[in-house]
Nanobody, 115 residues
Framework: QVQLVESGGGLVQPGGSLRLSCAPSGNIFSTYSMGWYRQAPGKQRELVAS???????NYADSVKGRFTISRDNAKNTVYLQMNSLKPEDTAVYYC?????????WGQGTQVTVSS
């Protein structure tokens, strides 16, 4: 069973930056799409950003211009560079990889933006 392992979360002050990483524990086809989702307390999980195998990207309106998603196809690793962080970005961030009948999720990493 493939697992996705996220890293890079933590506590940061408003206006700061963090970089999240996500890598699979097993083999995932480089043709899979990958993405980041987040869930704040009392809210539904929402898409933050996604990237296809051809590196076409999609962003939630709330993070456009501040977050950048990228991937290393050789390592099947996806990154999320988060700049100009706001308190409302506080959430658990989840990595996802999907393709064909497969749909994998990570366990999540906490991002807290607070002074």
């Amino acid at each position: 069973q493939v697992q996705l392992v996220e890293s890079g979360g933590g506590l940061v002050q408003p206006g700061g930056s963090l970089r999240l990483s996500c890598a699979p524990s097993g083999n995932i086809f480089s043709t899979y799409s990958m993405g980041w989702y987040r869930q704040a307390p009392g809210k539904q999980r929402e898409l933050v950003a996604s990237i296809s195998s051809a590196k076409s990207t999609n962003y939630a309106d709330s993070v456009k211009g501040r977050f950048t998603i990228s991937r290393d196809n050789a390592k099947n690793t996806v990154y999320l560079q988060m700049n100009s962080l706001k308190p409302e970005d506080t959430a658990v961030y989840y990595c996802r990889s999907w393709g064909g009948p497969y749909d994998y999720w990570g366990q999540g990493t906490q991002v807290t933006v607070s002074s």
